[in-house]
């Protein structure tokens, strides 16, 4: 038989996130802003609803110029605890943020249950691809202590995943969007760019989920869309969306 | 006449760097470490040559962790500031530090003279890439801005520049190193490895050149290296190592 990937029609290659979908990510975030709350709770009322999402709103302010990642979080961090204290934060507890920072660069890469099984299987008949966003020099040392990086011959970190970043990478792979399929847990990210472009979407949601990256707009009932809670499934959705995407050329 | 990257022999592949080979950097840089010793100045003694160098000692005991680019090296100055004033330094100049920060990583490009014309030049001959390395977010802004995206079919931005680096790279373009030639003004980033694989380099110096870059082990004297002042000479000596390969390989 001849493998999917030698064929002119249905999925020729699968794409995976990283963060949260191959190894935990969110949670060393969570660790680092309740870090970071309880730096700045000794110096106000963190119950107080406009301080609150202060940090967030700052993040937000700052992706345009310092764009994803540790870095990014730990200036806009200090940026943050500056302004909610009206500059009364000590120096000392600045010097603990960077510290934050240090920690969180440096947290153990832990691969998700079921993750190289999955992906194993997914690579004996389909090109794979990892597409992962954020710092470059974190993601690699990610990668790299993930020992996962011999599953996929290429591996593409960028700065934004949005439809252009997606037409760039398939146009290096010359393989048009009806035979891409992004298994992630952002819909934001990975699933909204793609389904834009004319591709397919698998969806693994993470325990948690970056507020950032929570506003999307997918339509939850796209055909092109499948909703999986375990990677041992990825598998079978991708054979799944083959038939479709088979059937939608035909 | 076969152009000569449709000839098996010679120069395959020529290379750019961004940083101070395209377009201006370090001068931002000084700009940048200028106001942070006007900052700290004012706690302590700059004279002092036991404080002279800590923000260097700060940045290379973190390139480790933060890499490189404009937000490792904020991180490193607020770090510095606070050591060196032994935490004295006052919150409203750790807020000048993270501005510092963020006007750096929005410094206009300037492409430095005869740049577009040389690669231009080089380009209809010879299949060309820019290699740059640094901050993802911050050098695919550069890149856009520099309005040279439209010479490089390929753009390779790096973590860091060594032959595994550069080995990655040639292997993408399945040429070897005997037929790629990398133009830049490190020798530690852009020739040394290079060199170290068995390519070939056009070296132009830029007025400013960071310490850290400072060092290097090429041998000056190497017949697989070329001094070049001006881009204006580029395509010159790339014609000419272009010589020297096809000699080495009849």
């Known amino acids: 038989m ?7 029609t249905g999925i020729g290659l699968v794409g995976f996130d990283g963060d949260d979908t191959l190894w935990k990510s969110e949670d060393y975030y969570r660790a680092a802003e309740t870090e970071f709350e309880s730096i ?39 940026e943050a605890a500056i302004e909610m204290t009206d500059r009364r934060v000590e120096v000392r507890d600045i010097e603990r ?20 099984e999955a992906v194993e299987e997914i690579a004996r008949d389909y090109h794979v691809v990892l597409i992962t966003k954020g710092d470059l020099f974190h993601q690699e040392r990610k990668i790299a202590q993930s020992g996962l990086a011999d599953l996929f011959p290429r591996i593409e970190i960028v700065s934004e995943k949005d439809p252009g970043t997606y037409a760039r990478v398939l146009a290096e792979f010359d393989l048009p969007a009806s035979r891409f399929a992004m298994v992630g847990n952002s819909l934001r990210s990975d699933v909204e760019p793609v389904l834009a472009l ?53």
Do not use: C
């Open 97 to 116: 943020i960077v510290e934050i920072g240090r920690d969180t660069l440096q947290h153990p890469v832990d691969v998700l249950g079921g993750v190289r």
């Open 198 to 250: 004319g591709g397919w979407g698998i969806h693994t949601p993470y325990a948690l989920t970056w507020a950032h990256e929570a506003e999307h707009g997918v339509d939850a009932d796209s055909p092109r869309l499948r909703e999986v809670a375990h990677p041992r499934d990825w598998p079978q959705a991708v054979r799944a969306l083959d038939q479709l995407a088979r059937g939608a050329a035909a």
């Open 40 to 78: 700045v709770g000794r110096y106000i009322d963190l119950a107080d609803p406009r301080t609150l999402g202060h940090l967030l709103t700052v993040q937000r302010r700052n992706l345009k110029i310092f764009g994803y990642g540790v870095k990014g979080m730990v200036l806009s961090m200090i």
């Open 2 to 8: 001849a493998t999917p990937h030698t064929r002119d």
